[in-house]
């Protein structure tokens, strides 16, 4: 039986009017875009069974009318971000120039007129993709009153000072959870109160991971407060994934392994509540310069990274479809230009069909018991301007561009090392280290129970509140393993905050010259200064250097790994070990999901027993063995585990979406829907040998290619949707 659309477990954006060479048969589709061709779009997809979303962006998009006052009679032009030479911050490189723009209440007003028009052409969900404020902006007119506005006192660029710099971005993010509040909750009234129904709103966004490393500032986590929001799509895809970060020394892109962190940190948006995440995969990428293997490649990374996070079970399949089916990119051989190869279309529509089944009751995995964290706050893209050389210590700052990041001499600050530097030694060696918001400690009560082990420092983000050190020194106590990485040596430590202000709760002062010192009061550790410590039925291993150092060699990595090691040890708790390997591995239902990292403990291969289907591979092979290599991953279906009870016909993997199945006494039919242009494949389970097998695709039948397994008794079809994306299908086994 068909999956239920209204489950909207997949989906896709396009900003395209429907066509059936990119009609994935998705649950779901979001409608890309509030322009004079929206309602007609909106019908057309809905014409063809999708549930339909509309998706547009909040913080950018085609809103010249705005900008020059044709709508309000008001040009608007100073909203837009400026960085500190007064240029203004665009998107893209377009012939109509599309600024990132300053959340205004006005600019606010304007989305919610635009949106209005999607709720009366009856969308079911809207999508506010992307709330972005460059880390280098801040110099408009329009922030300088709304910094006057919230700090009660006059604007103070942000390349000033340390203090200058961090407040300006929280400025930044609570500017857009205002729009976002504001405009979620009036169109919700307004849905509710004009046609009775209820509007969902979901906020695609980068990782607070990536948003840190690319200098951009963003609500993130904050966004939970908001009741108007329903949920996210993690917008995590080889374009991020493959920014280059440092381990042991070496610069390099390590994409399945950013891919995992940042997933993680995505999966935290909605751990233990009720809203929806997708999670997004990408199978190219913004840029259009790379050749189909590389994309190919790096996709592959990505999905197998989000599978490894069992907590969610919704994706966004593809962003723009229309450019993967039909653009055209670098030949393998330097020459020209080319189609995507007809296998890697095929495989795609393998792995989106298979995404919509990895609901599964039943997970497995090696290291469920391990539960070990890196501590990361929203308040890590507050602090992300590059000191200069020479005036560091005076407190002079300096920002780039939104490509500067990429200029010779930026590498250091792209790279975000203070983080992977905590991260990578871990997950290296096989250790499912999760990232960990540190802001919802003091939003959920029992948010840390899960985990035994945390790390945590305060180089490269700070806590926004005291309580949150009250929760995680109460968390050690009763039996948790802290691992602090840090000297002190953040000029941010010197910021205006709440660790160092004049004056405390009851009046008492507070001159802790970092927050590490208040979070070691609480733990009774006042004096420490480096090594193991009891506190309560739990430990603390405390590392004073820069968590950077753990990124720059071999030997730091190795140091941080030890201490975590060790002061695992210190709990005495048999359960809780050190398990380091090269691999990562997960069983969801009939699937197997598994990835061999190198840079690891080991170069040897994870064999993994048969009879399995490799997913990744068009052709759908039975293979008795697969030896998974470094640097290699996959997606595997287990045939025993996945066989249906009744010996009846069942789908293995299909890229198609498969209805009416229907098993009969001579064989069995269904009917596959999808792109038509593209080859199809499927292998079902089958009782018995097949003796034909055929279609029936606009209005004429035709045989079709199979190939019987008679191990798995199961059977390989190949055929085509038609122009119509729909086909008939027909398996005979004779009487």
């Given at each position: 039986m068909a999956r239920n659309r209204t489950e909207e477990r997949t989906g896709f954006q396009e900003s395209g009017a429907y066509h059936p060479d990119y009609d994935l048969q998705t649950d779901f589709v979001m409608v890309y875009g509030i322009d004079g061709t929206m309602e007609q779009r909106i019908g057309q997809w809905r014409d063809k069974?999708?549930?339909?979303?509309?998706?547009?962006?909040?913080?950018?998009?085609?809103?010249?009318?705005?900008?020059?006052?044709?709508?309000d009679g008001r040009t608007h032009w100073d909203e837009a971000q400026t960085d500190r030479s007064g240029e203004m911050i665009v998107h893209g490189k377009k012939p109509v120039v599309i600024p990132y723009m300053v959340p205004t209440l006005s600019f606010t007003d304007f989305l919610a007129e635009r949106i209005r028009i999607a709720v009366d052409a009856g969308v079911e969900a809207i999508h506010l993709e992307e709330?972005?404020?460059?880390?280098?902006?801040?110099?408009?007119?329009?922030?300088?009153?709304?910094w006057?506005?919230?700090y009660g006192e006059p604007w103070s660029p942000p390349h000033a000072s340390p203090d200058a710099q961090y407040r300006a971005s929280k400025l930044k993010a609570f500017l857009y959870t205002r729009a976002l509040d504001r405009l979620c909750a009036e169109m919700k009234d307004y849905a509710l109160l004009k046609y009775g129904r209820r509007l969902r709103f979901y906020v695609p966004t980068h990782s607070l991971i990536n948003y840190t490393q690319w200098r951009i500032v963003s609500p993130e986590s904050r966004l939970l407060e908001l009741p108007s929001i329903d949920g996210y799509i993690a917008q995590i895809w080889t374009g991020t994934s493959r920014t280059p970060n440092v381990y042991q020394g070496l610069r390099k892109e390590r994409t399945f392994e950013t891919a995992y962190l940042e997933y993680g940190i995505m999966q935290e948006l909605v751990r233990g509540t009720d809203r929806r995440m997708w999670f997004l995969h990408d199978p190219i990428e913004d840029n259009p310069n790379y050749t189909w293997s590389d994309y190919k490649q790096n996709y592959i990374k990505t999905v197998v990274a989000s599978l490894l996070h069992p907590g969610v079970a919704h994706y966004e399949v593809s962003p723009w479809p229309r450019r993967i089916f039909q653009g055209k990119y670098p030949s393998e051989d330097g020459i020209g230009k080319a189609a995507i190869p007809p296998d890697y279309a095929t495989t795609l529509l393998h792995v989106m069909h298979t995404l919509g089944n990895m609901a599964q009751d039943e997970v497995e995995t090696e290291d469920a018991a391990q539960g070990i964290?890196?501590?990361?706050?929203?308040s890590a893209m507050f602090q992300r301007m590059k000191p200069e050389s020479e005036a560091a210590n005076a407190g002079k700052y300096d920002g780039t561009d939104p490509e500067g990041f990429k200029k010779e001499g930026d590498t250091e600050l792209l790279d975000f090392s203070p983080f992977y530097g905590l991260a990578l030694p871990l997950l290296k060696h096989g250790i499912p280290v999760r990232p960990v918001q540190l802001d919802n400690v003091r939003r959920f009560a029992h948010y840390l129970e899960d985990y035994r082990v945390l790390l945590l420092s305060y180089e490269y983000m700070k806590p926004e509140y005291p309580d949150l050190h009250y929760a995680l020194a109460g968390w050690v106590r009763e039996g948790g393993a802290l691992i602090y990485v840090g000297d002190d040596s953040d000029p941010y430590h010197r910021i205006r905050a709440w660790w160092n202000e004049s004056k405390g709760s009851g009046g008492r002062a507070r001159t802790y010259g970092s927050p590490r010192e208040h979070l070691f009061e609480q733990l009774q550790l006042g004096g420490a200064d480096g090594g193991i410590y009891k506190a309560g039925k739990g430990a603390v291993g405390y590392l004073a250097v820069r968590p950077d150092d753990c990124a720059a060699s071999e030997a730091g990595a190795e140091a941080l790994r030890s201490l975590v090691r060790q002061t695992m040890e210190a709990l005495g708790d048999s359960a809780l070990s050190w398990r380091a390997k090269p691999y990562f591995k997960i069983k969801r239902g009939p699937y197997v999901i598994a990835a061999v990292m190198e840079e690891s403990v080991a170069d040897e291969p994870l064999v993994i027993d048969g009879p399995v289907v490799d997913l990744f591979d068009p052709s759908l092979p039975v293979k008795r063995e697969v030896r998974l290599m470094p640097g290699e991953q996959t997606l595997l279906f287990d045939v025993e585990a996945g066989r249906p009870a009744a010996d009846e016909a069942a789908v293995i993997s299909a890229s198609s979406r498969i209805e009416e199945l229907d098993s009969q006494a001579n064989g069995f039919t269904f009917i596959a829907r999808g792109p038509a242009s593209l080859r199809a494949t499927a292998r079902f389970y089958c009782p018995r040998m097949p003796v034909s097998a055929a279609l029936e695709c606009e209005g004429r039948t035709e045989s079709i290619a199979w190939d019987w397994d008679s191990g798995t008794r199961s059977v390989l079809l190949e055929y085509r949707h038609g122009s119509e994306n729909k086909a008939n299908v027909r398996v005979d086994w004779g009487s």
């Open positions: 069974g999708y549930i339909v979303h509309l998706m547009t962006g909040i913080a950018w998009g085609t809103y010249n009318d705005y900008l020059d006052g044709k709508t709330p972005e404020f460059w880390v280098n902006g801040g110099y408009s007119e329009a922030f300088k009153r709304e006057l506005l919230y964290g890196v501590l990361i706050a929203d």
